[in-house]
């Protein structure tokens, strides 16, 4: 028979452990999500489509959780595209988003006939904890610029991604200067479509691109010399593939 101690003890565990575990899902659920969509402007009608998408969303999205930016991708197979995306919110708050009082109608009626195709319906998680975005104002148009890196994480390496992208988080945030950088994660399987996980940094104009980030250099300060090529190694076998996108923020169409 046990001991009341060891009975005790194991007792103790399980109360820490169904602690820890309710604390990590309240931190999941208070973690900021967005809602995203890829639109394929029809290139003949932009002009109109441009117009009333402002006016949608200067009604519907201007503020709060349903408020709405709108993102030119400039770079990549998805050039040309436009994302609308609203957000942050919690999933709660989609029970009483914008559908009635025309909201839907006119969305139906002025978006949908100038755009020839909506793809990439998403739902995104911020992860706080590595993201280094606490600096970023709430007006997107003081970091108008994202470089948008997408992860697709091979089957079966889940269990190495938070080591990388810890690795990665320390780096940046110990960079001098100063660097936006978030970590998002797809909250719903899409199969080979992959897009399991974006990384974006922020940017202010594109003279930030002309200057290299000192990751190297503080990467060797932060984890030793030494471990930069395990961080490569563990990159290589978590990731199947990963690709870049340049978004930029546009004002006129967004709900500000």
């Known amino acids: 028979m046990m001991s009341k101690k060891l009975i005790s003890f194991i007792a103790t565990v399980l109360l820490i452990l169904g602690a820890t575990t309710q604390l990590k899902a309240q931190e999941a659920q208070d973690e900021p999500k967005w809602e995203s969509i890829m639109l394929v402007p029809d290139n003949t009608k932009l002009k109109v489509l441009g117009e009333n998408m402002r006016k949608h969303n200067q009604k519907y999205h201007k503020e709060g959780a349903f408020k709405a930016s709108v993102y030119n991708i400039l770079s990549g197979p998805n050039s040309g595209k436009l994302i609308w995306m609203m957000g942050p919110l919690k999933f709660s708050d989609l029970d009483t988003r914008p559908a009635e009082g025309g909201h839907d109608e006119d969305w139906r009626d002025n978006i949908m006939p100038y755009v020839m195709q909506t793809e990439q319906g998403e739902y995104w998680e911020g992860d706080s904890k590595l993201s280094n975005t606490s600096m970023l104002p709430n007006d997107p148009s003081t970091y108008p610029i994202l470089f948008t890196r997408y992860w697709e994480v091979n089957p079966g390496h889940g269990f190495s991604v938070e080591s990388h992208l810890e690795m990665a988080s320390k780096t940046i945030k110990a960079m001098p200067g100063v660097h936006p950088w978030g970590v998002y994660n797809n909250l719903f ?64 169409l967004s709900g500000d």
């Open 189 to 252: 399987v899409q199969g080979k479509i992959g897009r399991h996980i974006a990384t974006v940094s922020f940017h202010k104009n594109w003279t930030d691109f002309g200057t290299s980030w000192p990751f190297r250099t503080t990467f060797d300060e932060v984890h030793g010399a030494n471990t930069w090529d395990s961080f490569i190694r563990n990159r290589d076998v978590t990731y199947s593939n990963w690709w870049d996108e340049i978004w930029v923020y546009d004002k006129a």
